[in-house]
């Protein structure tokens, strides 16, 4: 979801980084459903002794988010929290004897056969460290059980990852989040612009239930900003928030979301960058610092240059 936390990108022609090193928040995720309220409980159960972990939902479901809380209830929440591409973290940093803190590897399930390999034999070398000086979080867009059985996974490395699994309902299957989201998320916007109050003005909530948000909470945290800072006299009104009309809404729900039609990480980096910017209807200073990359980068990749090292 949306957050305040920076990153430190580190570009070059051919490579992206991205490292989160701040301290976890300490307010805990907004929700208030029940698949949400069970999932912080299952975090704060396995936290005090969990080494190896899985999350698992939707892009922009909130994986991040459950990753954080999850470590911020953990003994090292004083400690560093690294977020990192999980091909790039194998490639350079992926040294079994020196992984301390929490290690937060994004789309797992993205990992080519090597790769994989790769990870397993990090697994098996964490077996003889010492309890309570690491924690390895692998987040996940499909379920990396359901990989393994059909062939995408090495089993074995899925049994090992999912030992600890949260899995993350979309956020059209809990739509009594919706509204927290949205006020905790104006109110963010307040702080982070400075601004008086906005509020969402009548039939305005009543779209934002309406909709399908086959972005999740990304996608909520862009139409939101978008709004917040079209809005008149402090008032979001229905007419501001970036969504389909109601039969638009009502025929998106029954078909499945739109994907890149290449499985290369590229490919999919430049399909969710182009969705970001559709959001923010074409503003790319907006864009970028929700995709929590600088203007420069955004430009690389909307001209198709490859971002990720192969």
């Known amino acids: ?138 987040s996940s867009q499909t379920s990396m059980r359901q990989m393994a059985a059909q062939g995408l996974l090495l089993p074995d490395l899925a049994f090992r990852l999912t030992a600890v699994r949260f899995a993350i309902p979309p956020l059209r299957q809990r739509r009594e989040d919706i509204t927290v989201l949205a006020q905790s998320l104006l109110d963010r916007f307040c702080h982070l612009y400075q601004q008086r109050p906005v509020i969402l003005g009548p039939g305005s909530l009543a779209r934002l239930l309406q909709h399908n948000w086959p972005g999740n909470v990304r996608e909520l945290a862009a139409v939101l900003e978008t709004a917040f800072l079209e809005a008149v006299n402090g008032i979001i009104r229905p007419d501001d928030l970036a969504l389909p009309s109601g039969l638009e809404t009502s025929q998106n729900m029954q078909q499945p979301m739109m994907r890149p039609d290449s499985l290369n990480l590229d490919a999919v980096v430049q399909h969710h960058v182009q969705y970001v910017l559709d959001l923010n209807r074409g503003n790319k200073l907006r864009a970028a610092r929700q995709l929590c990359i600088s203007r420069s980068t955004l430009y690389r990749i909307l001209g198709n240059e490859t971002i990720l090292a192969h």
């Open 1 to 138: 979801m949306y957050s305040a936390v920076q990153y430190e990108p580190q570009a070059s022609a051919s490579r992206l980084t991205l490292v989160e090193v701040e301290s976890p928040p300490e307010m805990p995720p907004e929700g208030v459903s029940a698949a949400w309220r069970k999932l912080l409980i299952q975090a704060e159960m396995a936290a005090p002794h969990v080494q190896v972990a899985a999350i698992e939902g939707e892009h922009g479901s909130g994986k991040h988010t459950l990753a954080r809380y999850l470590f911020s209830r953990s003994p090292l929440a004083s400690t560093t929290f690294l977020r990192r591409d999980a091909r790039e973290w194998l490639v350079a940093d992926a040294d079994p004897a020196t992984l301390a803190g929490c290690t937060y590897l994004d789309r797992v399930d993205l990992l080519a056969p090597p790769g994989q390999g790769l990870l397993l034999g990090v697994l098996k070398a964490l077996q003889d460290r010492p309890p309570g000086r690491f924690v390895l979080i692998a």
